[in-house]
């Protein structure tokens, strides 16, 4: 496990963007190799655009520390993911899936993801910072959120499953890739 490293999580700012997609593409999973993805990435690209759609919503998270931006966290509504197709098969599954005995309702609950940690400052504990930031930012909104992990990213699955507790709810296919659909509590 990396040591602790002292890092700001924040709602993110315009300023922000170049840094954000800077780590996207470091760990994007069209850029890597195999060995590389063993370690963890990030399927759905975005575009300046999309990031700041995302801020007008206060849907964009950092962790920053002296090394720029290590960490990041995209949230929003069904409304702005549905622009991608395996969010629109997402949300058709939605009714019939349930969170902590709850149905899971399109008004009721929000999309998480992608999430991103700098390679350099994994386990060290910013994800459950960076985590906590956004969650605390949407409890008054949104009561749930839920995310999918493709089921080779064993990484991303471990942090949120085990480290987070988030609970997987569902499996599903969509081109040629297996997915879990996880959800979680807004409240701490």
């Known amino acids: 496990m990396n040591t602790k490293v002292d890092a700001i999580t ?7 963007i170049d840094g954000i997609l800077q780590l996207q593409s470091q760990n994007l999973y069209a850029n890597l190799s195999g060995d590389e993805l063993a370690d ?7 575009t300046p655009e999309l990031i700041r759609a995302l801020l007008a919503q206060d849907g964009a998270f950092v962790a920053e520390s002296e090394a720029g931006i290590v960490g990041y966290i995209l949230a929003g509504g069904w409304d702005f993911y549905a622009q991608w ?7 058709a599954r939605l009714p019939e899936l349930r969170f902590q005995g709850e149905k899971i309702m399109v008004d009721r609950s929000f999309q998480y993801g992608p999430v991103c940690i700098d390679r350099a400052v994994r386990g060290s504990g910013i994800l459950p910072q960076l985590f906590a930031t956004m969650q605390s930012s949407f409890t008054p909104r949104l009561p749930i959120g839920v995310t999918f992990i493709n089921q080779l990213n064993h990484r991303s699955l471990a942090a949120h499953h085990r480290k987070l507790n988030f609970e997987i709810i569902d499996e599903f296919e969509f ?3 297996h997915f879990h659909t996880l959800a979680f509590s807004t409240k701490s």
């Open 10 to 16: 924040r709602i993110a700012t315009e300023s922000d």
């Open 40 to 46: 963890g990435f990030v399927t759905t690209p975005f």
């Open 85 to 91: 197709e395996i969010f629109r098969l997402m949300v």
């Open 175 to 177: 081109n040629s890739g």
